[in-house]
C-alpha cells in the first residue's frame, strides 16, 4: 500500500515536472520576438545585419532611444494615440454596459431577437465594411479627424456586450428586487448595484479596448491623413525610407510602444485573470 502511495506521489511529480518544462519552453519560444526587439533596439546599424546574428550587442547603443524619439513627432503620435484610447474606453464601457444591463436584466420583447442580431454582426469582417464605413464617415467630413475611431465606440460593441451580458446574469435578481422595493429606479440598480459587483470584468473590457485601440493600425492608415493627426502605429512606418529600412531606430520605437502594455499587464493581471475567470465559469 506504501509503496503504491509513494509509486503514484512519484509519477504526479514528474509528471508536474514535465509540465512545467513544457510551460517554460513555450515561455521562451514566445518570448524570442521580444527578446530580438529588445537586443536589436540596442544595435549598431552595423550589427543588425551581421551574419551570424548578434543577440546580445556589446557596448549597447542606448542613444537609439533618443535618436528613434526625436526622428519622428514621437511625443505627438503618443499625445494622439492615449486621446484615442482613453475615448474609446470610455465609449466602450459607457455603450456596452447600458445594452447588455438591459438583456441580461430587463425583460422586454424582443431582447433575445435582438441579442442574436448583434452577435451576428460579429461574423461581418471589417473588410466587408469598410468602404461603406470610410463613404459614410466621408458624407459626415469626419475624415482626417478623430471621430471615426472614438465615435464607434459609443454605439456598443458586440463581443463586450456579450460578455457583460453573460456576467451581469449571474448576478442574484433578489440584490435588483429588494433594491425596486426600496424604491430604486432601474438606473439606480445598474449605477449602485451592477457596475459595483462588475468590477472585474470591466478591468478585463477596458483592458482589451486600450489594447484594441492602442495597436489599431488599419483605422488610423485609412481615416487619418495629416501628420500631426498620425497615432504610434502609424508613426512607426516612418522609420522606413524607400531604400532603406532603420531597424536599429524601429525596433527602439517598437520597444517604447510596446513597454505601456506589458508595464499595464504586469500591474493588471491579477484583476484581468479573476474577470476572465468569472466571465468564462460563471456565464
Not at 544595435?43 to 551574419?51: C, E, L, N, R, T
Not at 550587442?57 to 528613434?68: D, G
Not at 425583460?107 to 466587408?128: D, Q, Y
Not at 478591468?203 to 491623413?225: E, K
Request: net charge positive; proline share 6%.
Amino acid at each position: 500500500m506504501a509503496n503504491g502511495f509513494r509509486s503514484k506521489s512519484r509519477i504526479e511529480r514528474r509528471s508536474r515536472m514535465v509540465g512545467r518544462l513544457l510551460l517554460i519552453a513555450m515561455s521562451a519560444v514566445f518570448l524570442m520576438p521580444i527578446l530580438w526587439m529588445v537586443t536589436t533596439s540596442l544595435k549598431d546599424s552595423s550589427q543588425v545585419m551581421a551574419y551570424p546574428p548578434i543577440w546580445f550587442p556589446w557596448p549597447p547603443k542606448w542613444a537609439n532611444y533618443s535618436t528613434a524619439v526625436n526622428a519622428i513627432p514621437f511625443l505627438l503620435y503618443l499625445k494622439n494615440t492615449v486621446t484615442v484610447c482613453i475615448f474609446t474606453i470610455i465609449g466602450t464601457l459607457l455603450s456596452s454596459t447600458l445594452v447588455a444591463y438591459s438583456l441580461a436584466k430587463i425583460p422586454w420583447r424582443g431582447r433575445n431577437a435582438l441579442l442574436i442580431l448583434i452577435l451576428s454582426t460579429m461574423m461581418l469582417p471589417f473588410p466587408v465594411t469598410m468602404i461603406p464605413l470610410f463613404v459614410t464617415f466621408g458624407r459626415l467630413g469626419w475624415i482626417n479627424t478623430f471621430k471615426p475611431l472614438i465615435v464607434p465606440s459609443f454605439l456598443g460593441n458586440a463581443f463586450y456586450i456579450f460578455l457583460l451580458r453573460q456576467f451581469f446574469m449571474t448576478i442574484p435578481t433578489e440584490l435588483s428586487d429588494a433594491a425596486r422595493i426600496d424604491g430604486a429606479s432601474e438606473l439606480g440598480i445598474f449605477r449602485r448595484i451592477v457596475l459595483p459587483l462588475s468590477r472585474p470584468v470591466l478591468a478585463v473590457i477596458a483592458l482589451f479596448q486600450f489594447l484594441g485601440s492602442w495597436n489599431d493600425f488599419l483605422g488610423p492608415l485609412i481615416y487619418l491623413h495629416s501628420n500631426d493627426k498620425y497615432t504610434l502605429a502609424i508613426g512607426l512606418q516612418m522609420y522606413r525610407t524607400t531604400n532603406y529600412v532603420e531597424w536599429e531606430l524601429l525596433m527602439a520605437a517598437s520597444t517604447l510602444v510596446v513597454l505601456p502594455i506589458l508595464v499595464l499587464f504586469f500591474f493588471t493581471q491579477r484583476t484581468f485573470i479573476e474577470g476572465i475567470a468569472i466571465t468564462g465559469i460563471k456565464g
